[in-house]
């Protein structure tokens, strides 16, 4: 049996995406930019999915802006709202457990002058939201806080600092990669100016991914071309996995978050009986339905990751994108872990896909292997 | 007696995402119904009614008004 339980990383796509995908690739290959029959098919795809996606987020359509994922969506709208704001954008603030793409995009801006204040996180991974309050200054043009974390799954209250943000005009940005429908979030009640998504997060395809800009918000693109997507993001779109995206939402089952916030749970319940000494990382509580990050007394991760492979279970240590450096998890670390805890760390992140059979038998072999009883 | 138009506002909607915009309207109305576009001077204008046409609407009227357009269109019995 294959348990897979690295979805925070990515999840396998649905069958219907790859379904919309191929065919979008058969029938609409046309530019959606071009004005002949089929490029018109390419673009009513387009807008079709893009309908899609902003019902998904409580946006308008105009609202939207098609990326190539998380990464650029985030670099968008740290560098697009930077640069912007020119002379004015001196000051932008981000918690300092943001996803590496968020926190380089904005330390790379401090060349060209602009200062970034970090703000720290509680033992459970939590921003204060009085803590953001703290370092605003007439300055600052942007604060940045994800929705829930890719490593530890805390949720981040993002309705009290957006609401702290929108009372002193301050543009307010959120990575909604992770938690984008798993947890509740509709644009016109939380008073976010700019949010990240992406598809092969929900089962959708890799490579494609949004960035919600409020009406009005005023960002510089980051490619210079041929000025698609209202000028915010050159580039001719990827029509199939736009097609792919617009699939893996209408695939979304509400009911899974309660089932995969049950089986998780069952798992940390499985672990910490079996592992004296086994730790959570992360909240209790505020934390997205689908994580278990968890701290081994005794056992580093990685050569136990090594062996649950070889036994056909599938999870991480943390970030996927941080896999390849060998410096302990900046996430970890923020929370009070040590560099020798994070290496004892391990992430288990379950889809809607996940079984009560996948979980146990999971438990079992990470009990056995990592030496519990 | 016929229906009254629908009516969808495209100004500031980029080419050709408007043209596909009226058109995924335009699909989900009954044969013959009529819609109503608000659509900017320039490309729009220009783009636009003979994307719908080549699909099988009739663009019945074109109005300038102010600085943009409405466009009134028939839905094609067969598109």
Redesign the interface.
Known sequence: MEIYLDNAATTQPATAVLLAMSECSRRCYGNPASWHRLGVEAAKVVERSRQTLAEALGAEPDEIVFTSGGTESNNLAVKGTAWAAGRRGKHIVISAVEHPSVTAAALSLEKLGVRVSLVGVDSEGLVDPAAVARVLTSATILVSVMHANHEIGALEPVQEIGRLCRGRGILFHCDACQSFTKEPLDVAKVPVDLLSVNAHKLHGPKGIGALYVRKGTALAPLFDGGGQEGGRRSGTLNTPAIAGFAAAIEAVDLRAASVMRRLRDRLWDSLRRAVPGIRLNGPRKARLCNNLNVMLPETESKPLLRKLSAAGIYASAGAACSSAKPEPSPVLLAIGLSPQETVRSLRLSLSRWTTQAQVDAAARAIVRLAGGS | MSRPAETLDLT??????N???A??VIEGLPAGAFLRISLDDGEPIQ?VPP?LE??GHVVVDKVRIGTGWQVLVKKGEEA
Not at chain 2, 12 to 17: E, I, M, Y
Request: charged residues 15%.
């Open positions: 500031g909607v980029p080419c050709p995402a043209a596909a915009r058109l995924l783009n994307a080549e699909q």
